[in-house]
C-alpha cells in the first residue's frame, strides 16, 4: 500500500512539473512572437504572461502532463531506470508537447525543458538536504522517506504559486524572465556553497561538485540565450525601421508627387486666370465650372475629406481610396477619432498604411469586381481608439507558427506590415487581432489613449 501510494505521489509531482513547463514554454514562445497572440481580446491591464497561458488547450496540456508522467513512471519501474533517464524522458515529452500543443520552436523548447528539469532536480536536492539539516537526519534522506517527500511537496506547491503569482500579476513578467532565471541559478549556487559547509548530514564531496558545476552551467546557459533573445530582438527592430523607412520614403514620394501638381497649378495661375476670365466674360458659366472642376481634379480625392483631423493620417486615407478606386475596389470609410489625443501621427500612419497596403493588396487580386471592398472603421470608446480594417480576398492567408505568413515573392522586407502594425500599437499598450472568414479578413488594432489638452 505504501509503494502504491508512493508511486501515485511521484505520478502527480510529475504531472505538475510537466504542466507548469508548458505554461512557461507558451509564454516564451509569444514572447518571441507577439502576433502569435490568440485572438480573443484579453482582460484589461491582464499581463502579457496570462495572454500567453490562454494558449495553452487547459484539458489537452493537462492531459499530455498525465499522460506523460504515466508512461514514464511505467517505464521507470519497469526497467528500474536511473534518475538521469528519467529526467531526459521527461524533457524530450515537454519538448514533443510543446510542439504539438504550442506549435513552439524546437529548439528553444528543449532548451527550457533541460533548464526547467535541472533547476527543478538541483532545487529538490537542496530542499530536502536542508530539510535533513532542520531535523537533525543522520544520513541523507532516501527518496521514500517523510522528509524526502515533504520536500518534494513543498517545492511543487512553490512551483504553483508562483506560476499562479505570474499569470495574474499586471506587471510585464516575460521582460524580467532571464532575471528571474538568473536569480534561481545564483540562490541555488549560493545554496549549494553553503550546505557544503554544514556538518549536520554527511553528503559525498563528488555530489555537491556535480551540482556546484549543474548551477554553473545554468548561470551559463541563462546567460547565452538572454544574449541570443537580445540579438534576435534587435534584428527584428531593425527590419521594422528598414520596413518603415520605405514606407515614409513611398508615401513622402506620393505627397510629393501632389504637391508638384500643385506647384504646376500655381505656376500656371496666371493662364487659368485668364482662360476662366475670357469664358466669364462671355457669360460661358458652365463651361468655366467645367474647367475649374477639372483644375481641381488631380487633389481633390484626397483632399476633400477630413476623417481624423490628423493631416497626414487624413491624406493617407485619402491616397489609399483613391488607390482603391482606380483598381475598382470599393472603399468605405467610418471614422470617430478624438479630436485631442496623444496618438502620434508618425504611429497613425503607421497603422493605418499597412493595414490599408494590406487590404488593397488583397482585394485587388479578387477576380469579381464586385467583391472587391475594404472597409475602414475607427471608433473611440472611452480612453480606447479601436481601428479596423475589412477587406475581401481570393488567396486565403497562411498561418506560421499562429503568425500570419506573407504570400508575396522575392523576400525583402515583405512580411513585415503586420510586424510593424503591432510595434506601433505596443506603444499605447495595444494589440493586433487577426480573424479571417470565408471571404473576409479582418484586422483590428485597439489602442489606448490619453486626452491633450488644448493649446492656450
Same mark, same amino acid.
Given at each position: 500500500?505504501?509503494?502504491?501510494?508512493?508511486?501515485?505521489?511521484?505520478?502527480?509531482?510529475?504531472?505538475?512539473?510537466?504542466?507548469?513547463?508548458?505554461?512557461?514554454?507558451?509564454?516564451?514562445?509569444?514572447?518571441?512572437?507577439?502576433?502569435?497572440?490568440?485572438?480573443?481580446?484579453?482582460?484589461?491591464?491582464?499581463?502579457?504572461?496570462?495572454?500567453?497561458?490562454?494558449?495553452?488547450? !487547459?484539458? +489537452?496540456?493537462?492531459?499530455? $502532463?498525465?499522460?506523460?508522467?504515466?508512461? %514514464?513512471? &511505467?517505464?521507470? /519501474? #519497469?526497467?528500474? *531506470?536511473?534518475?538521469?533517464?528519467?529526467?531526459?524522458?521527461?524533457?524530450?515529452?515537454?519538448?514533443?508537447?510543446?510542439?504539438?500543443?504550442?506549435?513552439?520552436?524546437?529548439?528553444?523548447?528543449?532548451?527550457?525543458?533541460?533548464?526547467?528539469?535541472?533547476?527543478?532536480?538541483?532545487?529538490?536536492?537542496?530542499?530536502?538536504?536542508?530539510?535533513?539539516?532542520? !531535523?537533525? +537526519?543522520?544520513?541523507?534522506? $532516501?527518496?521514500?522517506?517523510?522528509?524526502? %517527500?515533504? &520536500?518534494?511537496? /513543498? #517545492?511543487?506547491? *512553490?512551483?504553483?504559486?508562483?506560476?499562479?503569482?505570474?499569470?495574474?500579476?499586471?506587471?510585464?513578467?516575460?521582460?524580467?524572465?532571464?532575471?528571474?532565471?538568473?536569480?534561481?541559478?545564483?540562490?541555488?549556487?549560493?545554496?549549494?556553497?553553503?550546505?557544503?559547509?554544514?556538518?549536520?548530514?554527511?553528503?559525498?564531496?563528488?555530489?555537491?561538485?556535480?551540482?556546484?558545476?549543474?548551477?554553473?552551467?545554468?548561470?551559463?546557459?541563462?546567460?547565452?540565450?538572454?544574449?541570443?533573445?537580445?540579438?534576435?530582438?534587435?534584428?527584428?527592430?531593425?527590419?521594422?525601421?528598414?520596413?518603415?523607412?520605405?514606407?515614409?520614403?513611398?508615401?513622402?514620394?506620393?505627397?510629393?508627387?501632389?504637391?508638384?501638381?500643385?506647384?504646376?497649378?500655381?505656376?500656371?495661375?496666371?493662364?487659368?486666370?485668364?482662360?476662366?476670365?475670357?469664358?466669364?466674360?462671355?457669360?460661358?458659366?458652365?463651361?468655366?465650372?467645367?474647367?475649374?472642376?477639372?483644375?481641381?481634379?488631380?487633389?481633390?480625392?484626397?483632399?476633400?475629406?477630413?476623417?481624423?483631423?490628423?493631416?497626414?493620417?487624413?491624406?493617407?486615407?485619402?491616397?489609399?481610396?483613391?488607390?482603391?478606386?482606380?483598381?475598382?475596389?470599393?472603399?468605405?470609410?467610418?471614422?470617430?477619432?478624438?479630436?485631442?489625443?496623444?496618438?502620434?501621427?508618425?504611429?497613425?500612419?503607421?497603422?493605418?498604411?499597412?493595414?490599408?497596403?494590406?487590404?488593397?493588396?488583397?482585394?485587388?487580386?479578387?477576380?469579381?469586381?464586385?467583391?472587391?471592398?475594404?472597409?475602414?472603421?475607427?471608433?473611440?470608446?472611452?480612453?480606447?481608439?479601436?481601428?479596423?480594417?475589412?477587406?475581401?480576398?481570393?488567396?486565403?492567408?497562411?498561418?506560421?507558427?499562429?503568425?500570419?505568413?506573407?504570400?508575396?515573392?522575392?523576400?525583402?522586407?515583405?512580411?513585415?506590415?503586420?510586424?510593424?502594425?503591432?510595434?506601433?500599437?505596443?506603444?499605447?499598450?495595444?494589440?493586433?487581432?487577426?480573424?479571417?472568414?470565408?471571404?473576409?479578413?479582418?484586422?483590428?488594432?485597439?489602442?489606448?489613449?490619453?486626452?491633450?489638452?488644448?493649446?492656450?
Amino acid at each position: 500500500m505504501t509503494d502504491v501510494i508512493f508511486i501515485l505521489f511521484h505520478i502527480i509531482l510529475s504531472s505538475v512539473r510537466i504542466f507548469l513547463c508548458l505554461c512557461l514554454t507558451a509564454g516564451t514562445n509569444a514572447a518571441k512572437d507577439p502576433a502569435s497572440l490568440p485572438p480573443a481580446a484579453p482582460p484589461q491591464n491582464s499581463s502579457t504572461f496570462c495572454r500567453t497561458f490562454r494558449k495553452i488547450p !487547459f484539458c +489537452a496540456g493537462l492531459s499530455a $502532463a498525465l499522460i506523460g508522467a504515466l508512461v %514514464l513512471r &511505467a517505464v521507470q /519501474s #519497469l526497467w528500474n *531506470l536511473p534518475e538521469f533517464y528519467r529526467t531526459a524522458s521527461e524533457v524530450l515529452w515537454i519538448t514533443l508537447c510543446a510542439r504539438l500543443l504550442l506549435r513552439a520552436d524546437t529548439r528553444i523548447s528543449l532548451f527550457l525543458g533541460i533548464f526547467y528539469e535541472t533547476a527543478v532536480s538541483l532545487w529538490l536536492f537542496l530542499f530536502t538536504a536542508w530539510a535533513g539539516v532542520l !531535523f537533525h +537526519a543522520p544520513a541523507f534522506p $532516501a527518496p521514500s522517506s517523510g522528509i524526502s %517527500l515533504s &520536500a518534494g511537496l /513543498s #517545492l511543487h506547491a *512553490l512551483l504553483i504559486v508562483f506560476t499562479v503569482y505570474f499569470i495574474n500579476s499586471k506587471s510585464n513578467v516575460l521582460q524580467a524572465m532571464p532575471r528571474l532565471s538568473c536569480a534561481v541559478a545564483v540562490t541555488g549556487f549560493l545554496a549549494l556553497i553553503t550546505l557544503s559547509e554544514q556538518t549536520v548530514i554527511p553528503i559525498p564531496d563528488d555530489t555537491l561538485d556535480m551540482w556546484i558545476i549543474l548551477s554553473v552551467v545554468l548561470m551559463s546557459g541563462i546567460l547565452v540565450f538572454h544574449m541570443r533573445r537580445q540579438y534576435e530582438t534587435e534584428k527584428e527592430l531593425a527590419r521594422l525601421q528598414a520596413e518603415q523607412a520605405e514606407l515614409l520614403e513611398r508615401d513622402y514620394t506620393a505627397l510629393n508627387n501632389a504637391y508638384a501638381v500643385n506647384a504646376r497649378l500655381f505656376h500656371d495661375l496666371h493662364n487659368h486666370i485668364g482662360v476662366l476670365r475670357r469664358l466669364l466674360s462671355h457669360s460661358k458659366t458652365e463651361e468655366a465650372i467645367q474647367y475649374l472642376d477639372a483644375l481641381k481634379a488631380p487633389i481633390a480625392e484626397i483632399t476633400d475629406t477630413v476623417w481624423t483631423g490628423d493631416e497626414a493620417a487624413d491624406y493617407l486615407i485619402g491616397s489609399k481610396a483613391a488607390a482603391a478606386k482606380a483598381a475598382g475596389i470599393s472603399f468605405r470609410v467610418q471614422a470617430e477619432f478624438p479630436r485631442r489625443a496623444d496618438i502620434k501621427s508618425v504611429d497613425l500612419c503607421a497603422i493605418l498604411g499597412n493595414l490599408l497596403d494590406n487590404a488593397l493588396e488583397a482585394a485587388g487580386q479578387v477576380p469579381d469586381p464586385n467583391r472587391r471592398f475594404i472597409t475602414l472603421t475607427i471608433r473611440r470608446i472611452h480612453q480606447m481608439l479601436v481601428i479596423k480594417a475589412e477587406n475581401s480576398f481570393s488567396i486565403p492567408p497562411v498561418r506560421e507558427k499562429d503568425s500570419l505568413k506573407t504570400t508575396k515573392t522575392g523576400g525583402g522586407l515583405h512580411g513585415w506590415g503586420l510586424k510593424s502594425v503591432q510595434s506601433a500599437s505596443e506603444k499605447y499598450d495595444g494589440i493586433l487581432q487577426t480573424s479571417c472568414t470565408r471571404d473576409t479578413f479582418t484586422a483590428v488594432v485597439t489602442l489606448s489613449y490619453q486626452g491633450v489638452p488644448a493649446a492656450p
